[in-house]
C-alpha cells in the first residue's frame, strides 16, 4: 500500500534507500539504538560548544561554563556556594600545570605563588612570608613606615633592655 500524500498515519518499520529531509540516516547511523537515554546514560565522545554556548546547570540555569571568544567563564549565580573540590591537593595553574599560581596541599599549607615561587604560605604554626613585606597604612592601629625608622639604630643580635628608652648587645 502507498502512503497518502498528505495528512494519515502508517505503522511498522520505515526504509529508505535514499535520504530524509537530506541526511542519509544509513551513514549517519542515527538510530534509537544508539542514542542518550533521556535520564542517565554515558557519552564517549566529546562535546564541542562554539563561543557564547553555554553548558547550564541547575533549575535556574545557576552554574554556566562558557567561552566568550576571548574570555573562558565558570559562574555561579545560585543562592549557595561555589566549591571546587579534590580529593589530594589542588592547583590553580597555567594550562600546562609548569606556572602554579595558588597551591593547597591537603592538610597542609595553602600556598601563594609569584612567577610560580612561595611567597605566601600558611603553616601549622600560622604564615610564612618569603621575601620582603611592603605596608602601607597601619598595622595594628601603628604607622609602620614612621615608627620602623625607631628601629633603624638597633643592631640585629640585641638582646638585653637596660631601660625603656635602650636596648644594648
Known amino acids: 500500500n502507498a502512503m497518502p500524500k498528505s495528512g494519515g498515519a502508517?505503522?511498522?518499520?520505515?526504509?529508505?534507500?535514499?535520504?530524509i529531509d537530506g541526511r542519509d540516516v544509513a551513514a549517519d547511523g542515527v538510530l534509537a539504538t544508539n542514542a542518550l537515554p533521556k535520564a542517565g546514560g554515558t557519552m564517549t565522545?566529546?562535546?564541542?560548544h562554539g563561543d557564547n554556548v553555554k553548558a547550564k546547570f541547575g533549575a535556574g540555569d545557576d552554574l554556566q561554563i562558557y567561552h566568550d571568544g576571548s574570555d573562558s567563564w565558570i559562574?555561579?549565580?545560585?543562592?549557595?556556594?561555589?566549591?571546587i573540590g579534590a580529593e589530594?591537593?589542588?592547583?590553580?595553574?597555567?594550562?600546562?600545570g609548569n606556572?602554579?599560581?595558588?597551591?593547597?596541599?591537603?592538610?597542609?599549607?595553602?600556598?601563594?605563588?609569584y612567577d610560580n615561587a612561595a611567597k605566601l604560605a600558611t603553616t601549622s604554626a600560622g604564615v610564612s612570608v618569603t621575601g620582603s613585606i611592603t605596608v602601607s597604612g597601619t598595622v595594628d592601629g601603628r604607622d609602620v613606615a614612621t615608627d620602623g625608622t625607631k628601629l633603624d639604630g638597633i643592631a640585629a643580635s640585641a638582646t638585653n633592655v637596660t631601660n625603656n628608652n635602650q636596648i644594648t648587645n
Open 45 to 48: 565522545g566529546n562535546v564541542s
Open 75 to 83: 559562574t555561579d549565580s545560585g543562592t549557595g556556594n561555589l566549591w
Open 10 to 19: 502508517f505503522t511498522g518499520a520505515v526504509t529508505t534507500n535514499s535520504t
Open 88 to 96: 589530594n591537593n589542588l592547583y590553580l595553574a597555567d594550562v600546562a
Open 99 to 113: 606556572d602554579v599560581y595558588i597551591q593547597c596541599v591537603k592538610d597542609g599549607a595553602v600556598s601563594l605563588r
